[in-house]
């Protein structure tokens, strides 16, 4: 087994300080992180050595998005969630084929990944064809096929078909499986008011007992699940006595949540996926994430599907993060740089229960990804706080050069190493056209 050592001027470990590594050195053999500390410190290498001149972090991971429906960007851009969800996407995603979904994933792999984003949690349905653009790009996935039965969403069978298929997918392949374990399986009933109770209670049982991550939309809007909550006091207490929250769940969004909403979920050990792009977008409202933490409540960043959030830049979430908390509490210290860091690389990893993900350790995967020192955005690139803050405040994803997955670079200098770009946006193009027409 050969090991490889990456080193770099700068290695952020995201550990839970945040730590800034000067000349730093980070080991990989059979995919894994092996070793990681000062260069001075290393231990004996037999392998090859890639020194890279800029920064060395984790890949960052989307705790929700739906990236095939790229083909459908700005498609009712100015519309609430009710109206843009029957009124547009609906219909138009009546017309995608597994083909068309696999073009748009492919495209949406990359655009991930020249974010330096290497994992997303996604719903969505067509599930070979997701996961054949994941293994095609080489990014990694936590895919949960939706489960949902809306008017119009009969055309893909009945919801206990769609519960049977996943539990019949994992009890095939196991949770995880594919090169560097890229692929984990979970369900993704699409939420309270797109599914009966029955529903809601079997779909959470199937995960429970094969020890899946359940992923549903909780709490998004006023005008969504008002009946419910008229009839249940919340939909957040509604799924606990349903027994939704037992096991590892993650409720995406969670804007119109109460105190004891919150909790609840604390209690429960559920996580939130935090979409600030596309509650924004939606006139949807801005989570209370200040007080989820404050209530230990595991939260993550996502960037929502883009056709509502638009784009798939983890980095812009982080900083709509830390803006929109910082003006709904008046705090000009609530989410910090050091914050904003981890919820998109640490956190996120621990809100869909990986530990094997999210930060340079020993034992977890080398998902890594290299940022460019050089940019103007770093003025005292000397200064760790500096460093931090011009990464989140001013970098980002323009910044992002090189990404590797379970130690296989599959970005490098700012294109995909397994795939061609330029085709995949002309095939993107073609599909979208027919749909927009």
């Not at 800034?20 to 290393?42: F, H, K, M, Q, S």
């Not at 231990?43 to 984790?58: D, N, S």
């Not at 020890?211 to 699940?225: M, N, R, S």
């Amino acid at each position: 087994m050969t090991t490889t050592r990456y080193t770099a001027p700068v290695v952020l470990p995201c550990d839970p300080a945040c730590s800034v590594l000067r000349n730093g050195a980070v080991d990989v053999a059979d995919g894994r992180i092996t070793w990681v500390g000062p260069v001075a410190e290393a231990p004996p290498l037999a392998g090859p050595v890639r020194e890279l001149p800029g920064v060395l972090m984790p890949g960052l991971v989307n705790t929700h998005c739906h990236t095939p429906m790229l083909l459908l960007r700005g498609m009712g851009g100015d519309l609430p969630l009710l109206r843009w969800l029957h009124e547009v996407m609906w219909p138009a995603e009546g017309r995608l084929t597994a083909s068309d979904v696999r073009t748009g994933m492919t495209s949406g792999c990359i655009e991930l990944l020249r974010t330096g984003t290497t994992t997303s949690v996604e719903m969505y349905f067509f599930t070979d064809a997701v996961v054949d653009a994941v293994l095609a790009v080489g990014s990694r996935v936590l895919l949960t096929p939706g489960v949902i039965a809306a008017p119009g969403w009969d055309r893909l069978g009945s919801w206990q078909a769609m519960r049977n298929g996943i539990s019949r997918r994992i009890d095939r392949d196991g949770l995880r499986y594919g090169p560097g374990e890229r692929v984990e399986l979970g369900y993704g009933p699409h939420a309270a008011y797109t599914l009966p109770t029955e529903a809601l209670q079997s779909v959470a049982e199937h995960a429970r007992e094969r020890g899946a991550l359940l992923h549903i939309h909780l709490a998004e809007t006023v005008e969504e699940d008002a009946a419910l909550r008229a009839e249940h006091g919340s939909v957040a207490a509604l799924l606990d006595r349903l027994g939704v929250f037992g096991g590892r769940v993650l409720a995406a969004h969670g804007v119109q949540l109460s105190d004891s909403d919150i909790g609840l979920l604390a209690a429960r050990g559920a996580a939130v996926a935090h979409c600030p792009g596309s509650n924004a977008k939606l006139a949807a409202g801005v989570a209370r994430v200040s007080a989820l933490r404050r209530a230990g409540v595991r939260v993550g960043l996502g960037t929502d599907g883009p056709a509502s959030g638009d784009d798939l830049d983890l980095w812009n979430q982080a900083r709509l993060a830390g803006l929109f908390a910082r003006v709904t509490t008046g705090d000009a210290a609530a989410l910090t740089a050091r914050e904003l860091l981890l919820m998109a690389t640490r956190d996120g990893a621990a809100a869909i229960g990986r530990d094997d993900l999210g930060a340079l350790e020993p034992g977890r995967w080398a998902d890594l990804v290299h940022v460019d020192l050089a940019d103007p955005a770093f003025v005292d690139p000397a200064d760790d706080a500096q460093l931090l803050s011009n990464l989140v405040w001013a970098g980002g994803a323009r910044l992002v050069r090189d990404v590797w997955v379970a130690g296989d670079q599959v970005l490098s200098d700012g294109d995909p190493t397994r795939v061609d770009r330029a085709a995949a946006t002309r095939d993107l193009r073609e599909i979208a056209a027919r749909l927009h027409a």
